[in-house]
C-alpha cells in the first residue's frame, strides 16, 4: 500500500478558503497513492480556539463538498483530518460543536466520521468549547482495517486497545500537535505501534497559528516499531510505502496480543 501524509502548514495569513483549495490541489496530485492522510482542524488550526465557532461547519459543509470531489478526483481513499462540526439542535437551531474526522471512499462517498473522544485544555480551550466523541470507529479499506484517533488521543492506550479488538490493523492519527511536546509525539506514535502491533500513520500540522509553533514530524512506525517514514518541521507532503501483510506476520510471531490478561472477557490462552 502507499500512502500520503498531507503535513500542512496552517498559518492565519492564508484565509480558510484559501486554504481548502490549496489542500484540496496537494489531495489530487497523489492519484497512485492508496490512502491520503490530513491533519486535525487544518482549516481553522488546533490551536485557533476563538476560530472554532466562527469556521464552523455542517458535517456536509464546505470542506466535506471539496474533500469528497478531491478524493474521487484522484481516486484515493482520503482520511480529510477533522472539522469544527457544528450540529443542529432538537429545535433547528444551532447546537453544539465536535471535533469531527471525515473519510472518504476513492467514488468521493462520505464512508466514516469520528468525533474525537479526548478533547484537549483540561479546563479551557476545546475541551470546554467542543463536545466528546464516544464512539470507536474503524474503516475497511481492501487491503487493511483502519482505526481512527484524534490527536489528544494518541496518550490513552485504551482507546488503541478497543481499535485493535475492532479489528484495526492501521492505525491513524490526524494531530495538530504542538513543537513544545514534540518527543512525546513521536515515542508515543511509536508506542502505540509497539504495544498494538499495528501500524501508525500519524499526521500532524507544520507552521504556527494563534501563537502555538506546531511539531511537524509527521511519523510512520511499522508493527515492530521500526519508524519507515519521517516528515522534517515544515510543510511536507511523506509518502510511504507498507505491507499491512506484516501486521498478521508481527501477531503471529511475537503473539503478546494473546497474552492479555485485564480487560479482556477471557484469556485466548
Ligand atoms: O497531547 C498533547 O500534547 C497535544 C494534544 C493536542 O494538541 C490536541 O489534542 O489538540
Not at 485557533?48 to 481516486?75: I, N, Q, R, W
Not at 510511504?240 to 485466548?268: H, M, N, S, W
Amino acid at each position: 500500500m502507499r500512502a500520503s501524509l498531507l503535513q500542512i502548514d496552517v498559518d492565519e495569513a492564508e484565509s480558510v478558503d484559501a486554504r481548502r483549495q490549496r489542500v484540496a490541489s496537494l489531495v489530487r496530485r497523489q492519484t497512485g497513492s492508496d490512502l491520503v492522510i490530513l491533519p486535525e482542524l487544518w482549516t481553522t488550526g488546533a490551536f485557533a480556539y476563538e476560530s472554532f465557532d466562527t469556521e464552523a461547519e455542517p458535517l456536509e459543509g464546505p470542506t466535506y463538498e471539496v474533500m469528497a470531489k478531491a478524493a474521487s478526483d484522484a481516486g484515493v481513499w482520503l482520511h480529510a483530518g477533522s472539522i469544527p462540526e457544528r450540529v443542529t439542535g432538537a429545535d433547528g437551531a444551532p447546537g453544539g460543536l465536535y471535533n469531527t474526522s471525515l473519510v472518504f471512499s476513492p467514488s468521493g462517498d462520505l464512508v466514516a466520521t469520528y468525533r474525537k473522544i479526548h478533547r484537549f485544555g483540561f479546563d479551557k480551550g476545546e475541551a470546554v468549547l467542543m463536545g466528546a466523541g464516544s464512539e470507536l470507529v474503524t474503516v475497511r479499506l481492501p487491503e487493511t482495517t483502519v482505526g481512527l484517533a484524534t490527536c489528544y488521543d494518541l496518550r490513552f492506550p485504551e482507546l488503541f486497545r478497543g481499535l485493535v479488538d475492532a479489528g484495526a490493523e492501521t492505525l491513524v492519527v490526524s494531530a495538530g500537535w504542538p513543537e513544545r511536546r514534540r518527543s512525546h509525539w513521536t515515542l508515543l506514535a511509536r508506542a502505540r505501534a509497539v504495544e498494538d502491533q499495528a501500524y501508525v500513520l500519524a499526521c500532524g500540522t507544520a507552521g504556527a497559528h494563534a501563537g502555538v509553533p506546531q511539531a511537524g514530524y509527521s511519523i510512520v512506525v511499522d508493527p515492530w516499531g521500526e519508524v519507515l517514514a519521517e516528515a522534517g518541521a515544515g510543510e511536507e507532503v511523506l509518502v510511504v510505502e507498507f505491507d499491512p501483510g506484516r501486521v498478521g506476520v508481527t501477531r503471529e510471531q511475537f503473539p503478546a496480543l494473546k497474552d492479555r490478561l485485564l480487560g479482556v472477557a477471557a484469556p485466548r490462552r
